[in-house]
């Protein structure tokens, strides 16, 4: 796929082989892959593929089903090449949480179905991801990251380093860390929310301001609106176990 938007930062070669790499990540976060046993497959695709790069990553799609996370990744950086590019540190990082933003905004948008798991407990334990970024904490965040992640490496922007065992995660740097803090408290002073116990009280504003859960009307987004709407108390001790740390705390800066 080209993307001629992000070449003034990257070099389709650059997006190819991240692309690559992101798709080795999936597998091992999601298909319980080893770094090793992950690249063998990737290996092993191109190899089928004749190395034809744009071939072997849909194949390797249809198993990782990485391609919409990946292409979020880079309209992220075209939107922020030139901060990524030029800026200040600080600002960088800042502008990688603004693009994970993008990513988990577009995961809300279009999985209105991902409310309902298949039980009960398990839909209740993951009604946070349909909040806003600043509310689903930095584990969340770094699962986001992790498609992230292989394109700034590219350019020596680093945000955290991804774990090698089979459905290991991705270990966010300190100075992304620090960047969503910065983030959440923005948050935290936009909605006043002064202590723990009142998350609950400012989550209806929270969700009517949420743009993405009220784009459409269809019967997928009603069932998640309401469910929602239905369950804050659920919502407040997720956002309470997911994100009490970043919210309550004062932001500690890193040095640059």
């Known amino acids: 796929m080209e993307e001629n938007e992000t070449k003034k930062l990257l070099t ?9 790499i992101a798709n080795i990540y999936a597998m091992i976060s999601w298909n319980g892959k080893t770094y090793d046993e992950a690249k063998e497959i990737v290996d092993e695709t191109l190899k089928l593929s004749n190395n034809d790069r744009n071939y072997a990553l849909e194949k390797l799609y249809q198993t990782t089903y990485a391609k919409d996370s990946i292409n979020s990744a880079l309209e992220g950086i075209s939107d922020k090449q030139d901060i990524l590019k030029n800026g200040k540190d600080e600002n960088k990082f800042d502008a990688v949480i603004d693009i994970l933003e993008n990513i988990h905004n577009k995961w809300v948008e279009v999985n209105a179905k991902k409310i309902d ?3 009960r407990e398990k839909s209740e334990k993951m009604y946070f991801q349909h909040l806003p970024l600043e509310l689903i904490g930095i584990e969340e965040v770094a699962k986001d990251a992790m498609f992230l992640d292989p394109f700034l490496q590219q350019v020596g922007i680093d945000i955290g380093e991804m774990g090698k065992s089979e459905y290991d995660s991705f270990k966010p740097s300190d100075n992304l860390k620090y960047a969503y803090q910065r983030k959440v408290e923005k948050f935290k002073n936009l909605y006043e929310i002064k ?6 009280a400012k989550l209806p504003k929270i969700i009517e301001e949420y743009s993405l ?4 009307k269809d019967e997928l987004n009603e069932i998640r609106l309401k469910t929602l709407t239905q369950n804050y108390d659920i919502l407040a001790e997720s956002v309470k176990s997911k994100i009490g740390k970043e919210m309550f705390q004062n932001t500690t800066q890193s040095e640059y």
């Open 117 to 119: 798991r298949g039980t």
């Open 12 to 20: 389709q070669e650059q997006i190819n082989k991240a692309s690559l």
């Open 213 to 216: 859960l009220h784009k459409t």
């Open 195 to 200: 202590t723990e116990e009142n998350i609950k």
